[in-house]
């Protein structure tokens, strides 16, 4: 491991998270916020201090492998969500440290959970760059700075594995930097269509550039207490679900569809599970909720579909409080937590790839016991898919069940009753935004005890970084010699 | 016509022996002398020791006036650098042997135009396609397509109990554009012939029967060819033809079964193939066939590379109660023991190349053929080349084809013609014929150009 590596780098990405905040400070200015102060500041420190990592790391040619990509992906995102959540605690906006930080990850790690009882109460200037995380974290920091700089080269591979979600993607084009540009032009490109979408719709511009960084982002803070359903307008909400289904597609598909292959689309095996899975619960939960909670076929087909939308794409807007809903639909979409997007998209959760795979691998499980000496590939569209990358997912999938029990018990010993604490963590987990009961929908996380809030911080960006970068940063192997 | 064959293996000797029967000039060339002392003690043809791919051997053997050249040594480098080097020397058509699935070419890349080989066989892919042929047509001993399949060939056995026992040729098939199919070849025991209007079909006796495409169930019924292919078939071992094989099978929705021992290339085979069901075992054994359920599935394909293996297993299946058995032979000289024993066919792959040559012999106006019996007897497919003998003439009285051959169909502006007395060739014509082996050469010189 080459720490000073490691810290030139995270400094460098600190650079970034500081400029960042330029945009949310040009807001407070504009509007003569209160908040001006506090985002100048911080924005000072996060520059300065990665100045200081920058200067002690400077000089270091070492390469970055894998360790040190998994080190500073890792790292770098524990520091970037203590910066970030530093205008909220210093303009005194979110009083207490461990709640900012709370916000500040659940920001970045594209959650949208919150603390906030009210959201319209917080300075503009504030609530802007807690839905800019949001948008920065979305396509990856890392990704960015990948795109960004010239000088990574092979380094940037690793570290642009390292923060993309979902199974080893094929690189687009042949130099990483590239790849990582072209994805990032994508996101603002639909970015950009959103905003003026949103924006003729009726939303202010302020309100359209939020609510499409928590969109394009799968992330889930809203500018309102009320959410998405503050609008009350259809199409507002149908403008949402087809953009927060693009969200959650993997982004390596608009390449193709960018060259004139649309077909590409349809073809993928991941994206028509993705969007099969998506329709079949839109109807099992409409038909569920037709005259129990809405009158009309229309009514609950708008909000059944939604929720379904916003929970499995992992943004967590909501437009109906799905905690009073029945116990049919509300398992659902629970159930629908652990799915998540497409690899390579800004979904989290555990990736619709992964769960077919898993899906896969368990219907030939049983085929073998009466077929024992058969010898199958696995396939997906017709690709054979590899023994490694099959383990590899058997092995995510336990961990991250055992990660799903482990936290709830300890939400649970907390003294939160099992609904809360149960989806507390899948929530978080799988980077979503509401849970149930004291975390349900029109509810926030502001009543869960301290260590709560932190040990789901470390849920989130467990669930954002797909375990791995995580988990290794707590094994005194991954630092010890080379 | 002077041919030369590089390499005297079991294909080579074999397109040397149906050649030199028919009367052409063969040199043999193999640097095993032992190989050619063998084939020179049964064949009369002239023999060479030297290596086949060499220009100065080539132009001795008489490369350069030759009309073919066939390179079938074990050797796929050997073969088509010979070919190459023929063709650069003027021989007029160049055939090689290439088993590597890598010199076939693909996409846009056709290593025949680049290279100017007229014929690059894989043996794997005409008995994978000969294979899937006999499971699609059980009770047919020959189907051959012609015309882009607008016309087929049919050899049959005549069945015990079906309408056509002891009937009259005339009754069968009456003269006249209507019925559409012509019998072209009716063979009793060893003798092949063309059926006169009184000729009697007994039972036993094979007819063949020339017809479009679409009237092939009237003359199915005739004979009892009646046997839908089979739809479930279980293939032991899973080399090059195997994998073809079951690739066109999954193709055909028919439910495959590839039995084969090692684990690795089970692991490779399950990759590249859809549908098939890879299991890992010795389909050899009594327990393997037994849990595959040999017993129920349409046809038994034994594949592997040992011939002793391949009929033992066949005769386990057969044994186990599966309709039909097809076993690939490579020694030429099994061939008609494994029939004996009771496995449905045999197909050899040497026997196969050879005469997928033997089709470029003939003359420039034959595009394609099929062998009948051995090589006895042959159909082939011809364009009348516009200034040959027989264009603008009528049939009958114009145009004498000679003893032992008869026209089958006429293919004109995508229309199959069933000929008749009277009817004239044009120019451009596709003539589908049948004929015996001695007489071949002289039909095809009646449609081809002098001139050429």
Redesign the interface.
């Known amino acids: 491991m080459n720490l000073r590596t490691v810290i030139r780098l995270i400094g460098v990405l600190l650079g970034f998270i500081g400029l960042s905040m330029s945009f949310p400070l040009f807001w407070s200015l504009y509007l003569d916020g209160p908040d001006a102060g506090a985002l100048g500041t911080s924005m000072a420190v996060c520059i300065g201090f990665g100045g200081v990592l920058f200067a002690v790391g400077w000089g270091s040619s070492a390469p970055v492998l894998r360790r040190e990509s998994l080190a500073i992906v890792g790292g770098g995102w524990l520091l970037a969500a203590f910066f970030g959540a530093l205008p909220f605690y210093l303009s005194g906006a979110i009083p207490s440290f461990i709640d900012a930080y709370f916000e500040s990850m659940s920001g970045f790690t594209t959650t949208g959970s919150t603390i906030l009882l009210d959201i319209e109460a917080m300075p503009r200037g504030l609530l802007f760059w807690r839905s800019f995380t949001h948008w920065l974290g979305g396509m990856g920091i890392v990704v960015l700075f990948v795109a960004v700089l010239p000088y990574l080269r092979a380094g940037g591979k690793q570290l642009f594995q390292s923060e993309v979600p979902g199974p080893a993607q094929d690189t687009l084009k042949p130099r990483i930097q590239e790849t990582a540009s072209f994805l990032w032009k994508v996101y603002v490109g639909l970015s950009a269509v959103l905003t003026a979408l949103l924006y003729l719709q009726g939303m202010s511009f302020y309100d359209a550039l939020c609510h499409t960084f928590g969109t394009m982002a799968t992330g889930g803070f809203s500018t309102q207490n009320a959410s998405v359903g503050a609008y009350d307008s259809w199409t507002i909400d149908l403008t949402l679900i087809v953009f927060m289904i693009l969200a959650a597609t993997n982004f390596g598909l608009y390449f193709h569809v960018i060259r004139g292959r649309l077909n590409s689309l349809l073809r993928d095996p991941e994206w028509r599970f993705f969007v099969g899975l998506v329709g079949l619960c839109i109807l099992l939960v409409s038909a569920n909720l037709y005259h129990r909670n809405y009158d009309s076929v229309w009514g609950s087909l708008r909000y059944g579909s939604f929720q379904v939308v916003s929970i499995v794409t992992t943004t967590g807007f909501g437009t109906a409080d799905f905690d009073v809903w029945p116990a049919f639909s509300v398992l659902i979409l629970v159930s629908l937590m652990f799915v998540g997007g497409c690899a390579g998209s800004t979904g989290g959760g555990m990736k619709a790839i992964r769960f077919l795979i898993l899906l896969k691998n368990a219907a030939h499980g049983v085929e073998r016991v009466f077929r024992p000496h058969i010898v199958r590939t696995m396939k997906l569209g017709g690709e054979p898919v590899e023994d490694d990358l099959r383990d590899a997912i058997v092995v995510y999938f336990s961990l991250l069940m055992l990660l799903f029990l482990f936290s709830s018990l300890a939400m649970a010993a907390m003294g939160l009753d099992l609904l809360t604490a149960v989806t507390s963590v899948a929530t978080t987990l799988n980077n979503i935004g509401p849970g149930l009961n004291a975390v349900g929908p029109i509810r926030n996380f502001a009543g869960i005890p301290d260590a709560g809030k932190l040990l789901l911080s470390i849920c989130m960006l467990l669930g954002r970084l797909e375990l791995f970068a995580v988990l290794v940063l707590f094994m005194p192997s991954f630092w010890q010699g080379r | 016509m002077e041919i030369v064959v590089i390499g005297a293996g079991q294909a080579g000797t074999h397109i040397a022996a149906v050649l030199s029967q028919e009367g052409h000039d063969i040199t043999l060339i193999d640097v095993d002398r032992e190989r050619l002392e063998r084939a020179s003690e049964r064949l009369d043809v002239r023999t060479l020791c030297e290596h086949g791919a060499s220009p100065q051997v080539l132009e001795k053997a008489g490369a350069a006036r030759a009309d073919l050249v066939a390179a079938v040594t074990h050797s796929d480098e050997v073969n088509l650098i010979a070919a190459v080097t023929a063709r650069q020397l003027g021989a007029k058509r160049t055939a090689a042997r290439v088993y590597n699935r890598a010199y076939h070419g693909g996409g846009k890349i056709e290593y025949r135009n680049i290279l100017g080989i007229d014929l690059i066989i894989s043996p794997q892919t005409l008995a994978a396609f000969e294979i899937a042929k006999m499971i699609e047509n059980p009770a047919a001993v020959a189907v051959e397509t012609f015309a882009q399949g607008k016309v087929q060939m049919r050899q049959m056995v005549v069945r015990n109990g079906t309408p056509g026992v002891g009937r009259k040729i005339r009754d069968l098939f009456p003269p006249g554009r209507n019925s559409g199919i012509l019998a072209v070849s009716l063979s009793r025991g060893s003798t092949i012939s063309i059926p006169g209007p009184d000729d009697v079909v007994n039972e036993g006796d094979r007819v063949t029967v020339i017809m479009p495409s679409g009237r092939t169930d009237e003359a199915r019924k005739l004979f009892g060819d009646l046997e839908k292919g089979a739809a479930t078939v279980v293939i032991a071992g899973g080399g090059t033809t195997a994998m073809m094989l079951a690739q066109i099978l999954e193709a055909r929705d028919v439910d495959v079964k590839l039995i084969e021992e090692n ?1 690795e290339r ?2 490779a ?3 590249v193939l ?1 549908t098939t ?5 010795d389909a050899s054994r009594r327990g ?1 066939q037994e ?1 595959e359920r040999v017993g129920l599935a349409g046809a038994f394909v034994a594949l592997t590379g040992e011939d002793e293996l391949n009929l033992m297993s066949s005769l386990q299946a057969k044994e186990l109660g599966v309709r039909r058995t097809i076993v690939v032979v490579n020694r030429v000289d099994y061939a008609p023991l494994v029939e004996r024993v009771g496995i449905d066919h045999a197909v050899s792959p040497r026997i196969l190349t050879g005469n997928r040559v033997l089709t470029l012999v003939g003359g420039l106006a034959i595009e394609s053929v099929a062998i009948l019996q051995d090589g006895k007897a042959e159909v082939v497919e011809m364009t009348a080349q516009s200034g040959s003998a027989v264009v603008g003439k009528a049939l009958g009285s114009g145009i004498r084809t000679p003893k032992g051959s008869i026209l089958g169909a006429l293919v004109r502006d995508d229309e199959v013609i069933i000929p008749k007395g009277g009817d004239r060739i044009e120019a451009e014509d596709t003539v589908i014929a049948f004929a015996l082996s001695s007489v071949v050469e002289e039909l095809g010189a009646l449609f081809t150009n002098g001139a050429n």
Not at chain 2, 277 to 281: L, P, S, T, Y
């Open positions: 684990r089970c692991q085979l399950s990759r859809g069901h890879v299991i890992h075992g393997v849990e």
